[in-house]
C-alpha cells in the first residue's frame, strides 16, 4: 500500500536510531536487519510418543500474518538503520539478554488535538 509506505516514511522521519556508544565491559553485539519468519507443526513420533517439531519458513507474502513481523523493504531498512540498534546476550555478559536502541526525536510524533 503506498499510503502505509507514505506513514511509515513519514514516521521515520520523527524519530532517529542513533549510534549506541561503547560500554567499557560490556560485549554488545550489532541489530539485525533480516531475518527468518518461522511457525512449526508438531507430530508425535509413532515409536515413542515423542513429539517432533518441524520449524517451517514462511513467505513475506502470507496474508495471514502483519507485514510487521517480516523484514521491511529494502528503502526503509536503509532509512530505519536498524544496524545501531544493540542485542546484549546473556552468555556475553553473564546477564540477562536485552535489545537496546538509543532514539533521538526529530519532531512531534502526534498531533496536539486543538482544545
Not at 17 to 32: A, H, S
Not at 68 to 95: M, S
Request: charged share 35%; glycine share 4%; hydrophobic share 30%.
Amino acid at each position: 500500500d503506498d499510503d502505509d509506505d507514505d506513514d511509515a516514511n513519514n514516521n521515520i522521519a520523527k524519530v532517529e536510531l542513533c549510534d549506541y556508544p561503547t560500554i567499557q565491559g560490556i560485549k554488545l553485539q550489532p541489530g539485525v536487519t533480516n531475518w527468518k519468519v518461522l511457525t512449526y507443526t508438531n507430530t508425535t513420533d509413532k515409536d515413542d510418543d515423542d513429539d517432533i517439531i518441524h520449524w517451517n519458513n514462511i513467505a513475506a507474502s502470507n496474508d495471514d500474518l502483519p507485514e510487521t513481523l517480516f523484514p521491511a523493504k529494502e528503502e526503509i531498512k536503509q532509512k530505519l538503520k536498524l544496524e545501531r540498534c544493540r542485542r546484549l546476550w546473556p552468555q556475553d555478559n553473564n546477564t540477562g539478554g536485552f535489545f537496546v536502541a538509543f532514539l533521538r526525536k526529530n519532531s512531534e510524533l502526534y498531533k496536539k488535538k486543538k482544545e
